[in-house]
């Protein structure tokens, strides 16, 4: 049985593929370039705002303007949360299993905190949730493993007693990097696309705590 839990958050704990698609789209089309939903998924998902930016649209861009871009990003979201974001279903029963059989975790992503506290509070989940540590609290984004091995550490356990859930292609690299076991949520990605894992899910309503046993 695993000693700690650690999920990422867009895709594994709330869906919010079409929200984050609409802010790319807004962001791509200021330097007049378009962007489509498979692209995003395949290139940006998993992925620090701030890098995204660099790596695809401007690497030079200057702080200010940096700034400027992730703080329209953030004021789009927060006025089109309700609209188009939503729990992954089963995910709450599940953390309450979890929490139920003391089994620790943590919530590790590669968003911003302003992002990552919208869907804590808006969803009232914060209190499932031992250690939390987004992009604001790492040096290396994913698929770089050190949000997963800071993660182990502040939960107190060994990467390899960890369980992560991910559903893109960077968190997986990261997870297994770090030498944690992989569950899937085919929010984003299918087995096939992403075969190394351990455990692949649709949602949370079919898995148990019990699965973790036999990964």
């Known amino acids: 049985m695993a000693k700690a839990v650690?999920?990422?958050k867009d895709?594994?704990?709330?869906e919010t593929t079409r929200l984050h698609f609409e802010k790319w789209k807004r962001?791509?089309?200021a330097y007049k370039k378009n962007i489509t939903?498979?692209?995003m998924i395949r290139n940006l998902s998993g992925r620090s705002a701030k890098e995204n930016i660099k790596r695809h649209l401007d690497a030079s861009i200057s702080q200010e303007n940096l700034t400027k871009i992730l703080t329209d990003?953030?004021?789009f979201m927060q006025k089109m949360f309700d609209k188009y974001a939503e729990l992954v279903p089963g995910i709450i029963d599940f953390l309450k299993k979890l929490k139920k059989q003391k089994i620790t975790t943590a919530l590790a992503t590669s968003s911003r905190k302003e992002s990552t506290d919208l869907v804590l509070d808006r969803f009232k989940i914060r209190?499932?949730?031992q250690t939390i540590i987004n992009a604001n609290d790492i040096l290396h984004a994913k698929p770089h493993p050190e949000i997963y091995l800071k993660s182990a550490q502040k939960l107190k356990v060994?990467?390899?007693q960890c369980v992560v859930f991910e559903d893109s292609y960077s968190g997986v690299e990261a997870a297994k990097k770090a030498g944690m076991k992989i569950v899937l949520v085919?929010?984003?990605h299918t087995q096939k696309e992403i075969r190394n894992v351990d455990l692949a899910i649709k949602d949370f309503t079919k898995i148990s705590v019990a699965d973790l046993k036999v990964i």
Do not use: E
Not at 11 to 14: A, K, R
């Open 127 to 129: 209190p499932y949730f």
């Open 73 to 75: 990003q953030m004021s």
């Open 37 to 39: 939903l498979d692209f």
């Open 27 to 29: 962001t791509f089309a």
């Open 6 to 8: 650690i999920f990422d």
């Open 186 to 188: 085919m929010t984003s």
């Open 11 to 14: 895709g594994v704990i709330v």
């Open 158 to 160: 060994k990467p390899y």
